[in-house]
Structures are given as C-alpha cells and as structure tokens.
C-alpha cells in the first residue's frame, strides 16, 4: 500500500510538473514561432525580389552564391534542372535550379545530408528540460561570426551541375 | 590585425593577432601551413595525396603521417558520435574534409603559440579557435548567424578559450525537404552549434549533432564538456543546461 501511494504521488507530481512546464513555456512559443515565421516569409521574399530585379540593396550584403549569380541574367532557359548528387563529408547534397526569366530564382534543395542509418539507436535516457527561445536578431558587433557554411564544395558542386544544363 | 585569404580549402580563412609582438611572418607561417594541408587533403585537387590514395595509387604503408593522424581522428570520431561522423563516403571513396577543417584550425592555433602568441583568433567558414583576449581587451565575441537570413546573427557567445563550431544546411525558407520521407521530422533542424574543448572537437560534435536531426541537441546535453545551440526551421532555438555559461562575460 505504502508503495502504491508513493506511485500515486509521484504520477501526479510528475503530471503536475509537465503540465506546469507547459502552461510556463508553450503560449510564449506558439507567440514567438508565428512572428519568427512571418518575419522569415517577408525576409526571403525580399531577397526574392532583390535577386530578380537586381535593385541595389541598402545593407552591405555578402552574396549567397543564389544571389550573386543573377549577374549572368539572361543566359540560362527557363525551367527547373537538377544538379548532381554532390559528396558533402556528412552525406549527399542534391539541388535544382529554378530558372525563371533566364536568371536563377530559387534553389532547392533535394538531398542534403540527414538520411542517416537509423539503425543507429541513441539511447533516451531522461533528459532535463532544455531551454527553448524564438530566434531573433541581436546586435552584430561581434569579433566574428559562426554559421552554417551555404558555400559548401559541394552545395556549389550540385549547383554548377544544374546550372551547366540550364544553360541556353 | 587581421589577415583573410580565400584561395585556401575552398572557404574564406582569417586571422587575426592582437599581440603588440605581431609579425607580418606569423601570418604568412600560417597561411602556408593551411596551404600545405590543403594541397595534401584537397579531394578537389587531382594530384593531391587523398586523391591518389581513393584511385589506389598510395599503398597504406605508404601513407604520410599526416594522413595517418587524420584518419586515425576521423575513426576515433566515428566512435565517438555513435557512427554519425564518418568520411566514407556512400561511393566508397574517402572525403576527410569533415576533420581536416577543425584540425587544421586547430593546428594553426598551435602554431601562433608557438610563435609566442597569446591573443588571437583563426576562423574558417565558421569554425573558431580563440585565445586569449581580443583587441580591446575584453573576451572574444561570436555571432551565431541566422540561418534564415545571413546578414544578421541571433546569439552572441564568448567561448572563452573553447573551441566554436557550426554546422547546418542551405535554407531558403521552406524550401528544403527530405525527399525519402517528407514527414522526417529530422530534416527541421537547420542550424547546430557546439562550443567546447578544441576547434577540433566541436567541429566533429556540430557535423555529428546535425546529421543526428531533432535528436543531436540531445546528444550534445549528454556529452560532458561541449554546450549545444540548435535552430529549427520555425526558428526556435534550443540550447543544451550549461550553454548560458558561455552568452555572459
């Protein structure tokens, strides 16, 4: 008896916890994650717009290779073609090029490197809650800047691919 | 003062040494010994010895030390990731990229201190060493940058002497997707990065957490010394218990 009334307990607190947990964090996420998503929309949208109309941007901006090769307007067909599957050290990256008005207007991404081999088990053990935020822009005056590389061999790789059969 | 070369591995590399004792020759020291690993690991370069060795060229006896070193890294990182770092590729061929960057950063470090140096920073396509403090006296900054958006940077760190590292996937907006399996729940982080003991180090840890997906800040929280910050594609952001140590001075 003594037993089942510990367990009863613990199940409650534990109930009680993660629904504490919830009702702390989620409202503030849900909030934040709709903002973050608008304000990403509007962000890509604008790059969207500057890549095709080549209007001069206020911001000093160091080209994504997306951007940059809008320069060579006019040359390609218009169509979508898939690069090549390219060996990035973590696994395989495949884009395709949209080419709309003979420039490039997007890249997708078909393949990049996160079908591993699921066999690989990691073990669950319980995790303490780890601390959650909605990204958002902080001041830039920094020594130097950590992200992910977009300049990949082989992200380039795969474009120069699908961009050579674009070529008119 | 600081020194950027971008013919070298392919990425934008910079130096900068804020000691009153700099010397142009620390700089082209560096830049040299960064040359010499390219031209050995490049599996862009034709003649290159990594190249030789995926034709078949160079019998494993033959192997350089350097070669040697970085491949006994790559197996021990193999490992140590549960499998999720590894430089074979699906083709058979070997691209050791993956632990050349972080070693060869890591390397140049060690070869400004050896030099004397205290107070300087390598950085290649993201990946950083520090040491010391930086020129106005106080810790070294990094910005994480949006994944989103590359013009801006949504954490400042200080890795105070760590090694900083990060890796993720080209994103434009919701236009990447797992094409074996759409619902993948892995394929929604885009962004991980890891801070803790050498470049080195934290760069195998941020290519291994990545490819692990929604799973890899877990791994990161059960890895003893090394701090996580991953970004979904919802641009929300998790970080492992002990990272806070790393966004205050």
Known sequence: ?168 | MKQTRTDIMGMPISIEIVDANLSEESFTAAFEYLSEIDTRFSTYKFDSEISRINRGEIKESNWSEPVKVVFALAEKARRETEGYFDIHQPNRTIDPSGVVKGWAIKNTAALLAQRGHQNFMVEAAGDIAVSGMNAGGGEWSIGIRNPFNREEIVKVVYPKGKGIATSGSYVRGAHIYNPHDAGDALDTVVSVTVIGGDVLESDILATAAFAMGEKGIDFLERTDGFEGYSITKDGIATQTSGFSAYTTI
């Open chain 1, 1 to 168: 008896m003594k037993k089942f009334l510990l367990a009863a307990v613990l199940i409650v607190a534990s109930v009680g916890y993660v629904f504490l947990q919830r009702s702390n964090t989620t409202p503030v996420d849900a909030a934040f994650t709709d903002s973050v998503t608008t304000s990403i929309k509007t962000s890509s949208t604008a790059a969207q717009a500057n890549t095709t109309t080549s209007t001069p941007t206020s911001k000093p901006v160091s080209p994504t290779p997306v951007a940059t090769k809008p320069k060579h307007a006019g040359q390609y067909s218009d169509g979508t073609y898939t690069g090549s599957v390219a060996d990035a050290y973590y696994g395989n990256i495949q884009v395709a090029a949209v080419i709309s008005g003979g420039k490039l207007t997007n890249v997708k991404v078909l393949q990049y490197p996160n079908d591993r081999d699921t066999s690989v088990e990691i073990n669950q053990q319980a995790l303490p809650m780890l601390i959650r935020e909605a990204i958002s822009a902080q001041n830039a005056n920094v020594n130097a800047i950590s992200g992910a590389s977009d300049t990949s061999p082989a992200f380039n790789q795969s474009l120069a691919s699908a961009l050579a059969k674009a070529k008119a």
